[in-house]
């Protein structure tokens, strides 16, 4: 959301409402950017079958009312000035009175929404990218299968009945949410241009849709994905209405913003941040000398640039869909949280680490970060790891390689299954995780970006751990951001600032050769099965 420029009164707010991939965060910030208020609420996901992970639009819209009555618990409503969304860019299917639809066999209505991660329209995604259409140059050559074309061919094709046929919206969460506080069906630049191939400059390519056959999406000006596109910030309609402001506890008719994808809402907070007097690379540097990444449930590498920069395997360039008039390139990894709590969770002696986390009231990775000290005796903590290696695709590779029949692997492990083979299993897949952001850099860099620092956000850069390894692989110096070009400088707090260990540079180097082994011999596996 825009934040007008000079000081309002003290009392002034804002509210954001971010839904991420299990819980819907909303804070209350003032006009400095200060975190006034703050508020969580788990949400539902179902998964009914392999790679088919789905949600409620009804669910998350009702997770975002309770977060909002909380923030503002004791606030004069009078002082809000403004209210805004982000969301996964998860597909939110509605009929044409805006009812729910059913996006799965089973007929559930409730269950409308296909999440981000959803893997089900892998045949779709093969024989849209055989198309080798123009469009395709804007999301690195080759499209991802958790894109929305794919998905909305895959209801067309599965659920024609139940589903296509009585369709009326397609949404982009993030729209959905805003459609909901206002009424205004109207689609952001970020969504549309990011996730459905909308151009910026041009608007939909009724090529394309022809093509890959969803050509009755042409119909009534593509009204069932968007006619009307806004750019992220701007204001919606008459703002929120009645109906919406009873709903989430705020007063009907202040102003909503049109939304952000919640990875390109991190990358716009911390961007842009005041990095004065933190000794940083990027110090009287343009903007363009910064990469975003955004790690949570997964992670994304947000860089912009003045020009249009095509990396291959890396989406975009996208314009104006983050940062006003840069070119957004967006990296990513399908899963990273979600990684490491499989790795972790999947241990036999997970049990037992859960109760010693407990009875020292510590988190699962608080209490891993120090049992690694604990076992690292005089060498660095990374050196543990030099006989144990992980490739971390186990859900595909999004970037650079935007191959998603790639797999995990772990190489190098032992018959024991005690505490520190599973902190030790721990520190290998963070290893990995931050190699994977090395690569996608190098991809980025060899194309025409040039980076010096990582500025991080989400809920791993809450892990020490998780930070340093990035700061040493990468050997960029690395920001944990606080989240909370005026109002990005005004409203972006630094962290802490973490400096590569360039006195392990060389055993990363060799570490770093021995990941690109793992998938060129992955590769070469897969070619001797699939050989006479």
Not at 12 to 39: E, H, P
Not at 476 to 493: D, H, I, N, P, V
Request: include cysteine; charge should be neutral.
């Amino acid at each position: 959301m825009e934040v007008p420029g000079g000081d309002r009164e003290p009392g002034s707010y804002y509210v954001g409402v971010d839904v991420g991939t299990g819980s819907v965060r909303a804070a209350l910030v003032d006009q400095r950017g200060t975190l006034v208020a703050f508020a969580d609420q788990p949400i539902n996901q179902w998964e009914p079958q392999f790679n088919h992970h789905e949600q409620s639009s009804e669910d998350i819209w009702a997770a975002c009312c309770v977060v909002t009555k909380k923030v503002v618990q004791g606030i004069n409503l009078n002082r809000i000035r403004g209210l805004g969304f982000d969301a996964t860019c998860s597909l939110v299917v509605l009929d044409k009175e805006f009812r729910p639809l059913p996006v799965n066999h089973e007929g559930d209505p409730h269950r409308n929404i296909i999440m981000w991660l959803d893997h089900r329209a892998i045949s779709q995604v093969h024989r849209i990218n055989e198309t080798k259409h123009s469009v395709l140059q804007y999301v690195g050559g080759v499209m991802s299968v958790e894109m929305q074309a794919p998905k909305l061919l895959w209801l067309k094709e599965n659920l024609r009945e139940t589903c296509w046929d009585k369709a009326g919206h397609f949404f982009d969460l993030p729209d959905f949410l805003s459609w909901k506080a206002t009424g205004v069906p109207a689609r952001s630049l970020c969504s549309l241009v990011c996730k459905w191939t909308y151009s910026a400059e041009k608007g939909w390519d009724d090529s394309f849709w022809k093509v890959i056959g969803l050509e009755d999406l042409i119909a009534n000006n593509y009204n069932k994905i968007g006619n009307k596109v806004l750019p992220p910030g701007a204001s919606l309609g008459s703002g929120l209405t009645p109906e919406a402001a009873k709903d989430l506890g705020l007063p009907a008719g202040i102003a909503v913003a049109a939304s952000l994808i919640d990875a390109h809402a991190g990358g716009l907070g911390v961007i842009g941040a005041d990095v004065r007097g933190h000794g940083l690379a990027c110090e009287g540097q343009p903007v363009t000398s910064r990469l975003a990444v955004i790690c949570g449930t997964s992670s994304c590498h947000m860089g912009i640039s003045k020009n249009p920069i095509f990396v291959p395997g890396v989406w975009g360039p996208y314009f104006s869909a983050m940062v006003p008039g840069f070119w957004l390139n967006e990296g990513g990894q399908s899963v990273t949280g979600k990684l490491i709590d499989h790795m972790v969770q999947g241990h036999a002696v997970f049990p037992e680490l859960q109760a010693k986390a407990t009875a020292r009231c510590q988190s699962v990775y608080a209490y891993l970060n120090s049992h690694l000290d604990l076992i690292k005796k005089t060498q660095p903590v990374g050196f543990l790891t030099v006989d144990l290696h992980v490739w971390p695709d186990f859900h595909g590779n999004r970037s650079p390689l935007a191959d998603l029949t790639l797999k995990g692997m772990v190489t190098g492990l032992k018959l024991s299954q005690d505490l520190d083979d599973l902190a030790i299993l721990y520190l290998a897949t963070v290893q990995a995780i931050a190699f994977g952001t090395r690569l996608i850099i190098e991809a980025m860099e060899t194309a025409g970006h040039s980076i010096s620092t990582l500025f991080l956000c989400g809920g791993l850069s809450k892990n020490p751990l998780f930070v340093q390894m990035h700061a040493d692989i990468t050997g960029g110096k690395t920001e944990a951001s606080f989240t909370y070009l005026e109002a990005m400088a005004r409203m972006s707090k630094v962290g802490k600032v973490v400096f590569p260990r360039c006195e392990d540079k060389r055993y990363y180097d060799k570490k770093y050769q021995v990941f690109l082994k793992l998938v060129e011999h992955q590769k070469e596996y897969a070619a001797i099965m699939k050989g006479d």
